[in-house]
Structures are given as structure tokens and as C-alpha cells.
């Protein structure tokens, strides 16, 4: 019987809360009661790999939410042509060689008509190569490393959401027009591995691009996946000379939070910026109501937008569970899906994995109730290349506009 593969509990170091899953997920810190969508003889089947325990659980559990969220939508229209459609989500807990096994898994013994929603680019590394060799639709993945994003594109990935590089060179471009700094005033703190990587070179690209000359001269720590050992990437920014006012960190919330915490302490009066994957929710309830002003940017409007799209996400999030919470997380996820539904609805004839790519490349340009129209094609697989800014402020995150930008001298 198909089924949701249910995360292990855990209690997180910052915050004392307890992931316990029985029969069916009950309660995590950031999402309640996320409910299964049983898979019928005749469903329209999708899975994902993602990581629903650990220390990025929050990630998987919301984005899988998002999904579900969209999914319980049109099937309470009717579904597709009449079917219902479910979702597999498997647990990868963030590690790429878990990934290999559910990517297996879904393709091979629950053939799944395309993968969506999975978290991750060190995880997206390991699964893109065999979506593309079983040519399977990789779809929408919450990541926005270049691995996803190859010029031509790959045959069968395509993704919703604006690269990492497009948010940090956002901020590279905003702390230089709006926040007055030189390209050396500026550092980097991000995790060693791909994550971090596609977020720190899109920001040194940025940087060339405003004058810088030797990328030696920017001031780069690091830490570990899924660690919270930032001390040494703490001590390399704090002995930087001249001392960066503005950190832009690549990070999860754990490690971000507990960076930003010591870089305090320690009388680093830095302005700290961190990529949407950090998790803004997460991220300010960590760092507590003390800590004001960190931004992070996002790939979907606020969850307090006018927009059309938000409006539809907050009515489909009550539908699929009234108890869960908004997050910026679980709108990507729902976003992500109704593009894919849309590519689902054009499709003339059978539903197949190769009639979902094509469907989503004749997509092209078009408007579900964003800022600006969306766009897919065969030779462009990213829909949107749109950020945009919030503030954490009183525990709470908040729109934000890059002219408010204010740096401390």
C-alpha cells in the first residue's frame, strides 16, 4: 500500500521541541498534523524525496504540506481527467545517499509520473542524474543551486523558484546601491558543500560585476552540513580586516542562528542576510526577540500579500488542515504544484512522464497571480527570477523594501 514514509522524532539543540510521529505525522515545531492523501488503484501518482527529520525537518514537512495543500484542492474540483492525485514523500533526512535510494525507490517500484518538491542541493546532486537518465520530470525542487539550472537545460528538470545566485547577488546589488558599502565590506558565511557554494560564487559574480578585483579579498567562513560547529567559520569573519558590515550567510537556521548569536557576543555589529532556504519562521523563532533586523529573501511573495495565488494558498492550507500554519515554505510548495497542475490540464491525451515534461515546456509564458507573469520553455526551465526581501522584527518576519536598508558605520 502506498503511503507517507513518516520522519523519526528528534529534539533540536536551539529548540526545545519534540518531532513525534505515530501512525500519522502529529506535531512538529512549525507544522501540525500533516495529513496523507491515499494513493487509489487509479491515482495520478508523484513523489519526493525530502528530508522530514533532522535538523532541516522543517524544510520537507512544510514544503510536503505546500504539495499536499494543492493536491487536496483539485481533487475536491475533481482531480484530472477525473483521477486523483497523490504524493509519496520519502525521507532523505538531507543526505544525498538516502536520496539515491528513495529516487530508486519512486521511480523503479512506485512508478511516480514525476518528482516534485524535493529539498536540497546537496541531495538534488544526487537525484538529478537519474531523473534525467529514467526521464523522469524533476520538477520544482526547494533549491536554487546552477546544478538545477545548466544552460542548455536538462531534458527533464525544470524549477519554479530564482536561483541562489539571484538572492545573493539581490543583496550583493542592494548593500552596494542602497547600503553604500565597497565589494571588501562584505563577507560570506555558508555551508561546505553545494548549498553554500552556489550561493557564495553568485555573490562574488555580483561583486566582480561592482568592481571587485580579487575575490581573495572577501572574507569566506564556513561549517559543515547538517553540524552546528561555526566557530571556526566565526573567528575567520571576526579577525577580518577591515571587519565586514554585512554577512551574507548560506546556511540552515541552526547553524545561522547560533552564527549570528556569537557573532554577537562578540561585538560584530555586522547586518546579516541570510538566502530564503534558511527558513525565516524557523530562523527568527531561534534567534529569539532580541536579534532584529536580520533579512532574508524569499522566492514567493509574503504570506500577508494581496496577491491571488496567496489568497488561493491560505484557502487550500485551511482545507488540507486547518491547524497547520502559514509559511513561506509551504507556498512554494503549493506554487510549485499548481504549475505543475497547469501543465497537467494542457495535456491533450494520455498523462505520461514524457507528456508532463512537454506539457510543461508549452507552458510558456503565463500568470497564476503573482507579481509578474511566469515562464517555461524548452529552452528556459526556471519559471521565475523574482526575490523578494523581508525583515525579522520582534520575533516576527515582515515585508521589506531595499531602500529601508540602513548600515551600521
Given at each position: 500500500?502506498?503511503?507517507?514514509?513518516?520522519?523519526?522524532g528528534?529534539?533540536?539543540?536551539?529548540?526545545?521541541?519534540?518531532?513525534?510521529?505515530?501512525?500519522?505525522?502529529?506535531?512538529?515545531?512549525?507544522?501540525?498534523?500533516a495529513q496523507?492523501?491515499?494513493?487509489?488503484?487509479?491515482?495520478?501518482?508523484?513523489?519526493?524525496?525530502?528530508?522530514?527529520s533532522g535538523?532541516?525537518?522543517?524544510?520537507?514537512?512544510?514544503?510536503?504540506?505546500?504539495?499536499?495543500a494543492?493536491?487536496?484542492?483539485?481533487?475536491?474540483?475533481?482531480?484530472?481527467?477525473?483521477r486523483?492525485?497523490?504524493?509519496?514523500?520519502?525521507?532523505?533526512?538531507?543526505?544525498?545517499?538516502?536520496?539515491?535510494?528513495?529516487?530508486?525507490?519512486?521511480?523503479?517500484?512506485?512508478?511516480?509520473?514525476?518528482?516534485?518538491?524535493?529539498?536540497?542541493?546537496?541531495?538534488?546532486?544526487?537525484?538529478?542524474?537519474?531523473?534525467?537518465?529514467?526521464?523522469?520530470?524533476?520538477?520544482?525542487?526547494?533549491?536554487?543551486?546552477?546544478?538545477?539550472?545548466?544552460?542548455?537545460?536538462?531534458?527533464?528538470?525544470?524549477?519554479?523558484?530564482?536561483?541562489?545566485?539571484?538572492?545573493?547577488?539581490?543583496?550583493?546589488?542592494?548593500?552596494?546601491?542602497y547600503?553604500?558599502?565597497?565589494?571588501?565590506?562584505?563577507?560570506?558565511?555558508?555551508?561546505?558543500?553545494?548549498?553554500?557554494?552556489?550561493?557564495?560564487?553568485?555573490?562574488?559574480?555580483?561583486?566582480?560585476?561592482?568592481?571587485?578585483?580579487?575575490?581573495?579579498?572577501?572574507?569566506?567562513?564556513?561549517?559543515?552540513?547538517?553540524?552546528?560547529?561555526?566557530?571556526?567559520?566565526?573567528?575567520?569573519?571576526?579577525?577580518?580586516?577591515?571587519?565586514?558590515?554585512?554577512?551574507?550567510?548560506?546556511?540552515?537556521?541552526?547553524?545561522?542562528?547560533?552564527?549570528?548569536?556569537?557573532?554577537?557576543?562578540?561585538?560584530?555589529?555586522s547586518?546579516?542576510?541570510?538566502?530564503?532556504?534558511?527558513?525565516?519562521?524557523?530562523?527568527?523563532?531561534?534567534?529569539?526577540?532580541?536579534?532584529?533586523?536580520?533579512?532574508?529573501?524569499?522566492?514567493?511573495?509574503h504570506?500577508?500579500?494581496?496577491?491571488?495565488?496567496?489568497?488561493?494558498?491560505?484557502?487550500?492550507?485551511?482545507?488540507?488542515?486547518?491547524?497547520?500554519?502559514?509559511?513561506?515554505?509551504?507556498?512554494?510548495?503549493?506554487?510549485?504544484?499548481?504549475?505543475?497542475?497547469?501543465?497537467?490540464?494542457?495535456?491533450?491525451?494520455?498523462?505520461?512522464?514524457?507528456s508532463?515534461?512537454?506539457?510543461?515546456?508549452?507552458?510558456?509564458?503565463f500568470d497564476?497571480?503573482?507579481?509578474?507573469?511566469?515562464?517555461?520553455s524548452?529552452?528556459?526551465?526556471?519559471a521565475?527570477?523574482?526575490?523578494?526581501?523581508?525583515?525579522?522584527?520582534?520575533?516576527?518576519v515582515?515585508?521589506?523594501?531595499?531602500?529601508?536598508?540602513?548600515?551600521?558605520?
Amino acid at each position: 500500500m502506498r503511503n507517507l514514509i513518516h520522519p523519526k522524532g528528534l529534539r533540536f539543540r536551539f529548540i526545545m521541541y519534540t518531532f513525534l510521529f505515530l501512525a500519522v505525522p502529529l506535531f512538529s515545531s512549525f507544522q501540525a498534523n500533516a495529513q496523507d492523501i491515499p494513493c487509489l488503484h487509479n491515482s495520478y501518482v508523484f513523489g519526493m524525496s525530502t528530508v522530514l527529520s533532522g535538523p532541516a525537518a522543517h524544510l520537507g514537512i512544510n514544503m510536503r504540506n505546500g504539495v499536499l495543500a494543492a493536491l487536496k484542492e483539485i481533487n475536491l474540483q475533481g482531480g484530472i481527467n477525473d483521477r486523483s492525485l497523490c504524493l509519496i514523500a520519502l525521507d532523505d533526512r538531507y543526505e544525498p545517499e538516502i536520496t539515491v535510494k528513495n529516487m530508486h525507490r519512486l521511480i523503479e517500484q512506485e512508478n511516480v509520473l514525476a518528482i516534485i518538491g524535493n529539498v536540497g542541493t546537496p541531495t538534488a546532486i544526487a537525484a538529478v542524474p537519474i531523473a534525467n537518465r529514467n526521464r523522469v520530470p524533476f520538477f520544482g525542487a526547494f533549491s536554487g543551486a546552477g546544478i538545477l539550472r545548466r544552460i542548455p537545460p536538462d531534458p527533464y528538470v525544470a524549477n519554479y523558484r530564482a536561483s541562489y545566485a539571484e538572492e545573493t547577488a539581490a543583496m550583493v546589488q542592494a548593500l552596494i546601491t542602497y547600503g553604500g558599502l565597497q565589494p571588501d565590506e562584505i563577507a560570506f558565511f555558508t555551508q561546505r558543500d553545494a548549498y553554500g557554494d552556489s550561493g557564495f560564487l553568485g555573490g562574488i559574480a555580483a561583486l566582480k560585476k561592482n568592481g571587485l578585483k580579487d575575490e581573495t579579498q572577501i572574507t569566506h567562513g564556513w561549517y559543515e552540513r547538517n553540524s552546528l560547529a561555526i566557530e571556526n567559520g566565526l573567528a575567520d569573519i571576526l579577525l577580518a580586516d577591515p571587519e565586514p558590515k554585512a554577512v551574507i550567510i548560506v546556511g540552515t537556521y541552526g547553524p545561522s542562528a547560533k552564527f549570528i548569536k556569537l557573532a554577537r557576543k562578540y561585538n560584530l555589529n555586522s547586518l546579516f542576510l541570510n538566502v530564503s532556504f534558511v527558513g525565516a519562521a524557523p530562523l527568527a523563532q531561534a534567534l529569539g526577540p532580541g536579534e532584529d533586523g536580520v533579512i532574508v529573501t524569499q522566492v514567493v511573495p509574503h504570506l500577508n500579500s494581496s496577491l491571488p495565488t496567496v489568497k488561493k494558498y491560505h484557502r487550500a492550507l485551511s482545507l488540507f488542515n486547518p491547524s497547520i500554519a502559514s509559511t513561506f515554505g509551504s507556498l512554494e510548495g503549493y506554487i510549485t504544484t499548481r504549475i505543475l497542475l497547469l501543465a497537467l490540464k494542457n495535456i491533450k491525451g494520455e498523462i505520461t512522464r514524457e507528456s508532463i515534461m512537454n506539457g510543461l515546456e508549452s507552458l510558456g509564458e503565463f500568470d497564476i497571480g503573482l507579481d509578474s507573469p511566469l515562464k517555461i520553455s524548452s529552452t528556459e526551465h526556471q519559471a521565475s527570477h523574482q526575490v523578494w526581501p523581508t525583515i525579522i522584527r520582534n520575533g516576527e518576519v515582515l515585508p521589506f523594501d531595499w531602500h529601508q536598508l540602513e548600515i551600521t558605520p
